[in-house]
């Protein structure tokens, strides 16, 4: 399994609302004793050992946007197939702290999504846990809206989530999706 966190590189976007696929994966890889100290195809890298089945954690380093230009190599590198990759990301449509496990789908107007979903030709046969960051607020920006931080009952209550988006990988690593 190849598990991919999206986010934005660099510290000033580290706690934001985009970047819950990098906290997810970077919570991840502490409980699991992965380290993520190889840089490959565009992208921060982890291998190891999640219930027993080779997983490779991975951070994009290209902006979200461009997530893509380094999952797809990555993928094609590892021989890893979209089904066997599972793309963490924040989602807007969802509140704050809810999770939703997706086996397929279009990228519901996440374009870090949709760069991955395009440069594997399409194939929408790709699972995802989707972490809700809410709405903004009046009429707010959602550009700006993604790149602020939580706020601290927020951050409690992500947090928590991350804990869960952790069991729900090692359930699927167990149990299959």
């Known amino acids: 399994w190849m598990i991919v966190g999206l986010g934005n590189p660099g510290s000033k976007f580290v706690g934001t609302r985009h970047n819950v696929g990098f906290e ?22 982890g291998k190891g050992m999640i219930e027993g089945v080779p997983v490779l954690l991975v951070k994009p380093q290209t902006y979200m946007n461009l997530s893509g230009d380094a999952v797809s190599p990555l993928a094609l590198y590892y021989r890893v197939k979209p089904d066997n990759i599972l793309v963490i990301h924040d989602d807007m449509d969802l509140d704050v702290a809810a999770m939703k496990m997706v086996p397929k789908g279009g990228p519901g107007g996440h374009n870090g999504m949709r760069n991955i979903i395009e440069r594997f030709k399409d194939n929408k046969n790709i699972p995802r846990l989707r972490i809700g960051i809410g709405r903004p607020p009046g009429a707010m920006d959602p550009k700006a809206y993604v790149l602020q931080k939580f706020t601290q009952r927020e951050k409690v209550e992500i947090d928590v989530c991350y804990e869960r988006g952790a069991d729900a990988v090692r359930l699927i690593m167990s149990d299959g999706f």
């Open 24 to 45: 997810a994966i970077d919570l991840l890889a502490l409980q699991e004793n992965i380290k993520l100290n190889t840089i490959q195809c565009k992208a921060l890298v």
